[in-house]
């Protein structure tokens, strides 16, 4: 079965510091990959997406992801992390083959700034 | 104000009972779908609705039914059936359930079986 593996589960930074969240996925073909993230009561929301083109995707609030076919992977960077940026953060997949929108989400990372 | 609403937030249950979470969209989206999320598990999906009329099973259907009658609306029954029905329900819809499209999250409702 296709799965999603974010190994990082709970990440805990300083302001400022750099940040990479890691996230493999399974499956073998074509695929489209997402970051969702959930701030502290809200609405689960998209942060960036990947389906085609540049493999660096740049998403809102200064993140951005690198699709790397040959690792399976697509990890969420920033390069300076605020408070603000405390949340639980989700990779998803879904096979860009098919003609649904099934998502695989990943365990999720949560994700805690000290100020 | 466009967006999806879940409600209630909070429902508590008795063993035993079935019990309906109401999701309505109008973002005026084809697709709709349910998940349920646990600590440490991720989401998982449900079920899913691309059309009207038209659902199908996720990765845990099991103990659980929808009905799509209305574009707007994919309400969820947690049965009696589903063993362990405590968790969190994310409702989410998509202008087309293909593979490239966001999907835009409700707020939730929090499920405790007594």
């Known amino acids: 079965a296709q799965s999603v593996s974010q190994h990082n589960h709970h990440v805990i930074l300083s302001e400022a510091a750099s940040l990479e969240l890691g996230c493999n996925y399974s499956?073998?073909?074509?695929?489209?990959l997402f970051w969702y993230v959930q701030y502290p009561g809200q609405h689960l929301q998209l942060l960036l997406k990947?389906?085609?083109?540049?493999?660096l995707v740049k998403g809102i609030k200064g993140f951005e992801a690198e699709f790397i076919k040959s690792k399976f992977s697509f990890n969420l960077r920033k390069p300076s992390v605020q408070w603000s940026d405390t949340a639980e953060y989700f990779c998803?997949?879904?096979?860009?083959?098919?003609?649904?929108?099934?998502?695989?989400f990943g365990q999720g990372t949560t994700l805690q700034v000290k100020p | 104000d466009g967006g999806i609403t879940q409600s209630p937030k909070y429902l508590f249950r008795k063993e035993g009972q079935n019990v309906t979470l109401s999701c309505e969209q109008n973002?005026?989206?084809?697709?709709m779908y349910w998940y349920r999320q646990d600590p440490g598990q991720g989401l998982r999906l449900i079920y899913y609705?691309?059309?009207?009329?038209?659902?199908q099973k996720g990765d845990i259907a099991e103990g659980y039914s929808v009905s799509r009658e209305k574009k707007e609306s994919f309400p969820l029954t947690v049965t009696s059936a589903q063993k362990n029905p405590t968790a969190f329900y994310l409702c989410?819809?998509?202008?087309?359930?293909?593979?490239?499209?966001?999907?835009?999250f409700g707020p939730g409702t929090r499920l405790t079986v007594l």
């Open positions: 989410a819809s998509s202008m087309e359930g293909v593979s490239y499209n966001e999907q835009f």
């Open positions: 499956y073998g073909g074509t695929v489209n």
């Open positions: 990947y389906f085609s083109g540049d493999p």
């Open positions: 998803a997949v879904n096979h860009g083959s098919g003609n649904t929108g099934k998502l695989i």
């Open positions: 973002l005026n989206h084809d697709a």
């Open positions: 609705s691309q059309i009207v009329n038209d659902f």
